[in-house]
């Protein structure tokens, strides 16, 4: 678990509650508290990692894609802040989600963890992309974009990002058969490019993309190796520590190598090209 971070911690909004460190309770100043938003906390690594971040003493927005989940979440989650409602495989929902956060003021740290599974098989969205392409990769994209610019941003991505094709013409899986493994492996190196580009871009926010290991969640399997507090770990250091350099994409708890196109700066703009087209919505300079 990381430690309290103290620099990058400093919390410009009113505190929610006391501190208490070392048995000294502190002001209601909220110092050491961040406003930490994840998209899909109601499970797995998600909710693994909005646990560990209000003991903490973390201010965490939870997210579940409709009522019934936002209601199971708060039960799982009785110490979270809020719960913001959104289905990510709509474009439209989730361009509502980026306003409904934005209503709730600028978060320190916003973790794109939400996602489908390869084994999932096609569906199509109501706006005719491939859900899984809509919910992994643009609905990150698109919150990226709407949300007001956080003091960092975390993305979730996966080492199965290696056997994804850096081939952007037909992300949403119009014109190929699909193929679940593949596009699940795409929109994890899509989320490392993405990360990468937003670094870029952005130099003022540090971006980093993260493999939480091969855990045991409805995603990963019941057979999976990693528990789910060790899953949540590499992203709950990014979330909340000090010093964590931008760019890069984490696993285990320090840099790793990734498929070459998430450093090459052609493929990241190409990529966020076809974002723009599919979403409407453009990176901000
Ligand atoms: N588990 C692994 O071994 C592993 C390995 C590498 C990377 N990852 C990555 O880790 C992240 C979390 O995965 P996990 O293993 O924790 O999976 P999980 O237990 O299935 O949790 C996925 C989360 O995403 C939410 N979600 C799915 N579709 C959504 C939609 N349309 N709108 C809003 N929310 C939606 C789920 O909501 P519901 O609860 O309502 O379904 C759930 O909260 C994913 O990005 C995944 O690619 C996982």
């Keep these: ?105 600028r978060f320190d740290c916003v973790m794109h963890n939400a996602g489908l599974g390869y084994q999932h098989g096609s569906r199509k969205t109501e706006d005719g992309l491939e859900a899984l392409f809509a919910v992994n990769s643009l609905a990150p994209y698109i919150l990226t974009c709407l ?21 952007f013409g037909d992300v949403e899986w119009k014109r190929r058969r699909y193929d679940s493994m593949q596009a699940y492996s795409d929109s994890k190196l899509h989320n490392a490019i993405l990360a990468c580009a937003v670094a870029r871009r952005w130099p003022n926010v540090p971006s980093n993309s993260v493999h939480p290991g091969w855990v045991k969640t409805k995603l990963g399997g019941w057979s999976a190796p990693v528990d789910l507090d060790s899953g949540a770990k590499t992203q709950v250091y990014l979330a909340s520590a000090d010093d964590i350099g931008t760019g890069q994409y ?36």
């Design 1 to 105: 678990m990381a430690s309290w971070p103290l620099v990058s911690c400093l919390r410009v909004q009113a505190s929610r509650h006391n501190t208490s460190i070392s048995g000294q309770t502190l002001p209601d100043c909220n110092i050491y508290s961040m406003r930490i938003f994840i998209t899909g906390s109601t499970d797995g690594i998600g909710l693994a990692s909005a646990r560990a971040l209000i003991s903490q003493g973390h201010s965490v927005t939870i997210h579940a894609r409709n009522a019934s989940r936002a209601a199971d979440a708060k039960a799982a989650l009785p110490k979270a802040d809020s719960v913001l409602i959104g289905d990510l495989s709509s474009i439209a929902q989730t361009k509502a989600l980026a306003e409904a956060a934005n209503k709730t003021g």
């Design 147 to 167: 949300m007001e610019r956080p003091k960092r941003l975390v993305y979730v991505s996966s080492q199965l990002h290696s056997g994804g094709s850096d081939e």
């Design 250 to 285: 984490w696993a285990n708890m320090k840099p790793a190598m990734t498929h070459s196109a998430v450093g090459n700066v052609g493929k990241q703009e190409e990529l966020l090209k076809r974002y723009h087209e599919l979403s409407g919505v453009a990176l901000p300079e």
